[in-house]
């Protein structure tokens, strides 16, 4: 038994961000300023992108994404069930209506076919989630893209290092966008970006995170003099902040190092839990890099002859904190009264929802963590 409670995704925060943040709090310029146009600078570049604006959340990249795209009341938006609540409520804020469709079980990806199925002449744009880390099938989805003239609005919260067949996620679609919580693989406590692929996209989302006022407004206030705004839309108070950008370029100098450390916890799961009657996640498919941002297995009790509830439980009890990613949309009782939606109707999601645990698998975790983790599993399903 651990003496202290193992934090499910606690980041790994070392000295050097300590420092640029205290550095940033003693610059005086604590709102957004320089170094959020420098993490946008640094995150295009390692994403091999051009256009990158920084804002206070993925949630928000999203709701902006789906503005700029031109998408309102009486569109339709495809997307996934299994995802977290965010991908759904961005489209709902922009006026439009999300339209679900199930999953590959393997992959626990949006399923193409399914995506197709669902085209009507309202559809708009997909809205394809990166689950986990695991690349969407891009090739089908952008072909049906192409072919019904819709927009691709990638949802890479969990896809910062993750590639398909050459190519990186968030550059497939015509907006990409990240997250940066504290749980995420680069972090900055709160905080989204997002990618667009079109300059004009790119200067309204940067209009729109600000309140609608005129480019570069935040440099109003600069050592250049002062600058009058104008506004010229009723925009959002979505920008990121420098405080926030302060711990995200000191985490932009570690994404590689940090995603090696997960790819070996990612290893030592699928090799020291082989044997046990759990489903792990599925290989990583030829021609991708996943991001190992969650490590997900399902317990089934009629294998285990334990509940996933009482499995999460357990796991407490044994001081290791787990997460649920995620109970299907339509389980939630929002949705079902919103839109009509039964779990049922997407089987794929309700029965990987109801199964799933994502066991610790944050870059800070040291080999006895990931031990203990191990030896936890091990030892409920043993008895």
Same mark, same amino acid.
């Given at each position: 038994?651990?003496?202290?409670?193992?934090? @499910?995704?606690?980041? *790994?925060?070392?000295?050097?961000?300590?420092?640029?943040?205290?550095?940033?709090? %003693?610059?005086? #310029?604590?709102?957004?300023?320089?170094?959020?146009?420098?993490?946008?600078?640094?995150?295009?570049? !390692?994403?091999?992108?051009?256009?990158?604006?920084?804002?206070?959340?993925?949630?928000?990249?999203?709701? =902006?994404?789906?503005?700029?795209?031109?998408?309102?009341?009486?569109?339709?938006?495809?997307?996934?069930?299994?995802?977290?609540?965010?991908?759904?409520?961005?489209?709902?804020?922009?006026?439009?209506?999300?339209?679900?469709?199930?999953?590959?079980?393997?992959?626990?990806?949006?399923?193409?076919?399914?995506?197709?199925?669902?085209?009507?002449?309202?559809?708009?744009?997909?809205?394809?989630?990166?689950?986990?880390? %695991?690349?969407?099938?891009?090739?089908?989805?952008?072909?049906?893209?192409?072919?019904?003239?819709?927009?691709?609005?990638?949802?890479?919260?969990?896809?910062?290092?993750?590639?398909?067949?050459?190519?990186?996620?968030?550059?497939?679609?015509?907006?990409?966008?990240?997250?940066?919580?504290?749980?995420?693989?680069?972090?900055?406590?709160?905080?989204?970006?997002?990618?667009?692929?079109?300059?004009?996209?790119?200067?309204?989302?940067?209009? =729109?995170?600000?309140?609608?006022?005129?480019?570069?407004? #935040?440099?109003? @206030?600069? &050592?250049?003099? !002062?600058?009058?705004?104008?506004?010229?839309?009723?925009?959002?108070?979505?920008?990121?902040?420098?405080?926030?950008?302060?711990?995200?370029?000191? $985490?932009?100098?570690?994404?590689?190092?940090? #995603?090696?450390?997960? %790819?070996?916890? #990612?290893?030592?799961?699928? &090799?020291?839990?082989?044997?046990?009657?759990?489903?792990? /996640?599925?290989?990583?498919? /030829?021609?991708? *890099?996943?991001? @190992?941002?969650?490590?997900?297995?399902?317990?089934?009790?009629?294998?285990?002859?334990?509940?996933?509830?009482?499995?999460?439980?357990?796991?407490?009890?044994?001081?290791?904190?787990?997460?649920?990613?995620?109970?299907?949309? /339509?389980?939630?009782?929002?949705? $079902?009264?919103? @839109?009509?939606?039964? /779990?049922? $109707?997407?089987?794929?999601?309700?029965?990987?929802?109801?199964?799933?645990?994502?066991?610790?698998?944050?870059?800070?975790?040291?080999?006895?963590?990931?031990?203990?983790?191990? $030896?936890?599993?091990?030892?409920?399903?043993?008895?």
């Amino acid at each position: 038994m651990r003496e202290n409670f193992l934090v @499910f995704g606690s980041p *790994r925060i070392e000295e050097d961000e300590i420092e640029e943040v205290v550095s940033c709090l %003693r610059s005086g #310029w604590i709102g957004t300023g320089p170094r959020v146009a420098e993490f946008e600078r640094r995150f295009a570049a !390692y994403k091999g992108a051009t256009h990158a604006i920084a804002v206070n959340s993925c949630t928000a990249a999203l709701h =902006l994404s789906i503005l700029a795209a031109g998408i309102g009341p009486g569109d339709e938006v495809i997307t996934t069930p299994m995802t977290f609540c965010a991908s759904v409520n961005a489209i709902i804020h922009a006026g439009a209506t999300p339209v679900l469709a199930d999953i590959d079980p393997r992959s626990m990806n949006i399923d193409p076919e399914r995506v197709r199925a669902k085209i009507t002449s309202r559809t708009k744009a997909i809205l394809p989630v990166h689950f986990a880390g %695991r690349s969407c099938d891009m090739d089908p989805l952008c072909a049906i893209a192409e072919e019904q003239g819709l927009t691709i609005i990638e949802d890479c919260a969990h896809a910062i290092e993750t590639e398909y067949r050459g190519r990186k996620a968030g550059n497939f679609g015509d907006f990409g966008c990240f997250s940066f919580y504290v749980t995420k693989n680069v972090i900055t406590g709160e905080g989204g970006l997002i990618l667009a692929r079109k300059p004009e996209y790119a200067a309204r989302l940067k209009v =729109l995170a600000l309140h609608g006022m005129s480019a570069d407004a #935040w440099k109003r @206030f600069g &050592d250049e003099g !002062y600058k009058h705004y104008l506004v010229t839309e009723a925009g959002f108070k979505y920008n990121m902040m420098d405080l926030q950008a302060a711990i995200g370029l000191r $985490q932009m100098e570690k994404v590689e190092p940090f #995603w090696e450390r997960r %790819r070996e916890i #990612w290893t030592r799961y699928m &090799d020291e839990l082989s044997d046990l009657p759990l489903t792990l /996640p599925a290989p990583v498919e /030829p021609d991708t *890099r996943h991001a @190992f941002h969650l490590f997900s297995i399902l317990v089934d009790e009629a294998r285990t002859g334990i509940s996933r509830d009482a499995f999460l439980s357990a796991m407490t009890k044994y001081k290791i904190g787990v997460g649920v990613h995620y109970l299907s949309i /339509p389980e939630h009782p929002f949705y $079902q009264g919103r @839109f009509g939606w039964s /779990p049922d $109707q997407y089987p794929h999601a309700r029965d990987i929802g109801r199964r799933t645990v994502s066991l610790p698998i944050s870059a800070k975790l040291t080999d006895a963590d990931v031990t203990d983790v191990i $030896q936890a599993v091990r030892e409920i399903l043993g008895k």
